[in-house]
């Protein structure tokens, strides 16, 4: 089902998510808290599984997302309480999210990083090869855009390029990608007609409620918060900037399709922004600091040698944007816009329930519009 041929994206949400069992891995996370938030709005009985809320603040707290949502916190690379919870939620919907997103911690804790983001992908997989779904279950495992074994190209990577990476936290995501293939061909693609799998694999995705170390718009929010300077890394790195809503409502498409048809069953898909959304971090610091006026920033002169950052990666979404009619819907100074507007909110009060909402009905109807 293609949500260009319904420009009603709110009755679709309803039709396909309404009283359905949800469960999102990674809820406390940035993009998993969003994602509970948004499916919870419309109908959805989203049950979320961490192991923590992983900052203060967080996305998470702000929008008091424990008293909307069920909650269950044990670590993913339990292979046991994994297969318990979700023979035990039977849900129709798995949006797998659960990760340790940082290069940078990647570095300091590899055995974590593989753990969480290989071994708790596993887990999944297993838990689906064991448990014979009665009825439809549809479960859209994310990635990364690192799973690509990147030269720095500006090229965008296709869903069929190599996969690799220099770093712990890019190699262990290669590596779920790697396995989530394996299983599909070897336990899902004939004889389990009420499991429908999708890989989605997002870019450099930024947002309101993003707390995490070493990235650059929490890093600036922390120091300018308190009046203090930030520094910039690699100031002229560039990256294609895409808003959550945006990569989130990528893989809601996808879990639509998967829902509506086998068509995809097993598909791979990029989600990344625009070519017009290219920028250097300078460039978004500079965009960002116009709602921040007496914010400062200066340029670290020596060059981070604590780990290996890329300073090129695009992705190639033709695919997403034929087969599944997705496009990004902010462009670039609209993200920008969006960010700044919600934390300038949260500062007021650190809450973020209103404007988080207000967001995704925005978002929800620039989508409307421009499709």
Not at 3 to 9: F, G, H, S
Not at 82 to 93: A, C, G
Not at 231 to 240: D, I
Request: proline share 3%.
């Amino acid at each position: 089902m293609s949500l260009r041929e319904n420009m009603d994206y709110k009755k679709i949400l309803t039709k396909n998510f309404r009283n359905k069992k949800v469960v999102v891995t990674g809820h406390t996370g940035f993009k998993g808290s969003w994602l509970s938030y948004w499916l919870s709005m419309f109908g959805a009985k989203v049950t979320g599984l961490s192991d923590r809320v992983i900052s203060v603040p967080s996305h998470y707290s702000s929008i008091n997302l424990k008293k909307k949502i069920k909650n269950k916190f044990f670590d993913i690379s339990n292979k046991k309480k994994v297969l318990e919870f979700l023979k035990k939620e039977k849900p129709d919907f798995i949006f797998h999210l659960a990760a340790q997103a940082l290069v940078s911690k990647s570095y300091k804790n590899p055995i974590l990083t593989w753990n969480s983001n290989t071994i708790g992908t596993i887990n999944i997989l297993e838990s689906l090869r064991l448990i014979k779904f009665k009825k439809k279950c549809v479960c859209v495992l994310i990635t990364s855009d690192k799973s690509y074994k990147n030269v720095e190209t500006n090229k965008g990577y296709k869903e069929n390029d190599k996969l690799g990476g220099k770093d712990p936290y890019s190699a262990s995501k290669a590596a779920a990608d790697i396995a989530i293939n394996s299983y599909f061909n070897s336990f899902y693609s004939e004889n389990r007609p009420n499991l429908r799998i999708g890989v989605a694999r997002a870019g450099n995705v930024i947002g309101g409620g993003d707390w995490s170390e070493d990235r650059l718009i929490p890093d600036c929010i922390k120091n300018w918060r308190f009046g203090k300077t930030v520094e910039l890394r690699n100031p002229y790195s560039t990256r294609p900037w895409q808003h959550v809503l945006d990569a989130l409502n990528g893989y809601i498409n996808l879990s639509i399709n998967l829902n509506n048809s086998k068509k995809l069953n097993g598909e791979v898909f990029n989600f990344g922004p625009s070519k017009s959304s290219n920028f250097s971090v300078l460039d978004v610091v500079r965009e960002i600091k116009k709602n921040w006026p007496d914010a400062k920033f200066k340029i670290k002169k020596k060059k981070n040698k604590k780990f290996f950052e890329s300073n090129l990666l695009k992705l190639n979404s033709e695919k997403a944007k034929k087969k599944l009619k997705w496009k990004s819907v902010l462009n670039f100074k609209e993200v920008i816009n969006f960010v700044s507007l919600w934390y300038l909110e949260f500062l007021k009060n650190e809450k973020s329930d209103n404007m988080t909402k207000k967001q995704i009905l925005n978002y929800i109807s620039l989508l409307e519009k421009r499709f």
